[in-house]
């Protein structure tokens, strides 16, 4: 190499590599969080196309179920009906970590996984949810719903310790509870939940096309002691639908037929002692800053008034209860029915908010409320 070229070569070879490391593929950085849109309130937290359900608040992390609509092979889950679990502030902001069936589990795995319910352990460590397991073609329904605790960043971990719900009611027509609704912890070392029946049914007037529709429905207060494994129902949790802790100790409770009535349950010797009344039925209870709050019945307008026609029942709104007073204070203004409520602390609540009123019901976004 003449002493030109090698000149040349020694200019440029720089000049090259600079090139190379400044457009290096896989040089691109994921953005801060950068937080809330808005610091007002109420404040919009999740702007998913599918459904973000079931709130759980755990210090300054809300967990919850999000409708998974991103898989490998879009024949998996054609209709997105698997539900992952979802972290974020609760202030809101960027989702901080999503645990997805899909990504976590053996492509083997062909079933429908759901995980919804999530509700963290007091110190994080651990998350409790129920997994929901059906097939992915025919029609709904599932094989099995267990109640599971496993690290808060494995939930499919295979150490994962699994409890089956069994509870039936009495009478010519029992039914029987097949999972774990409302999970809360009590303590470390404990969880309570709602024993539920899920009951898949056809819609009448649809011909041999009939469409189904599920309800979940709560048939008991029951408690979990991870220390031994022994699961029970709570004594006079019977036909209990909402609870809630209360400070005193006791768990306030409603129960199937008077769900306006809001009860003192004392859950060592099953006693329950009237506290006030809700204005209308109530569907989901919490307790925030001492008081009962509830997602209680709201009337929609039916439209033109007749002699024959009765309103529309199926608007659910927020109420909290002064057990002190009696007096109520009403949340309004949401665009559509609110279905599940978490405290939040400060006087502010998380709801599940579904987007319109629908008779099959509507995708849900979670929302961040407070009472004045």
């Known amino acids: 190499m003449n002493a030109g070229r090698r000149f040349l070569v020694l200019l440029l070879a720089p000049l090259a590599l600079a090139a190379c490391e400044h457009t290096a593929p896989g040089a691109v950085q994921a953005p801060a969080d950068v937080g809330p849109f808005s610091d007002t309130l109420p404040r919009r937290l999740t702007f998913h196309l599918l459904n973000d359900r079931t709130p759980s608040v755990t210090g300054s992390v809300l967990v919850y179920s999000y409708q998974g609509d991103a898989y490998p092979d879009p024949g998996y889950s054609p209709d997105g009906r698997e539900g992952c679990i979802a972290f974020l502030p609760v202030e809101g902001g960027s989702i901080r970590r999503l645990l997805c069936p899909h990504t976590l589990l053996s492509p083997a795995d062909t079933f429908v996984n759901t995980w919804f319910e999530p509700s963290l352990s007091p110190d994080g460590n651990r998350v409790a949810f129920t997994w929901q397991r059906g097939p992915n073609v025919g029609p709904l329904g599932f094989v099995d719903a267990d109640l599971v605790v496993a690290p808060a960043a494995r939930p499919a971990d295979p150490a994962a310790t699994r409890y089956v719900v069994n509870y039936a009611e009495g009478g010519a027509y029992p039914r029987r509870a097949t999972h774990a609704s409302r999970i809360t912890w009590v303590g470390q070392d404990r969880l309570r939940f709602l024993a539920t029946w899920e009951h898949i049914f056809k819609v009448k007037g649809g011909g041999s096309a009939q469409p189904t529709d599920t309800t979940y429905e709560p048939l008991a207060l029951m408690e979990l002691d991870l220390a031994t494994g022994a699961l029970a129902a709570v ?102 029915p609110v279905r599940h409520i978490a405290a939040a602390g400060g006087g502010r609540v998380v709801a599940e908010v579904e987007q319109a009123t629908l008779p099959f019901g509507a995708p849900s976004d979670l929302w961040l409320l407070e009472f004045p």
Not at 265 to 287: E, H, K, Y
Not at 292 to 303: K, R
């Open 235 to 336: 004594p006079g949790g019977d036909s209990v639908v909402a609870y809630a802790a209360a400070p005193s100790g006791g768990v306030w409770v409603v129960r199937e037929g008077r769900r306006d009535s809001l009860l003192l349950l004392d859950p060592a010797t099953g006693a329950r002692t009237p506290v006030g009344s809700f204005s209308t039925g109530a569907w989901d209870l919490i307790a925030v800053d001492g008081a009962p709050v509830a997602i209680v019945d709201s009337v929609i307008d039916s439209g033109p008034a007749c002699e024959f026609c009765l309103p529309i029942h199926g608007g659910r709104t927020i109420e909290r209860l002064d057990p002190a007073t009696g007096a109520r204070t009403r949340l309004t203004g949401f665009s559509g």
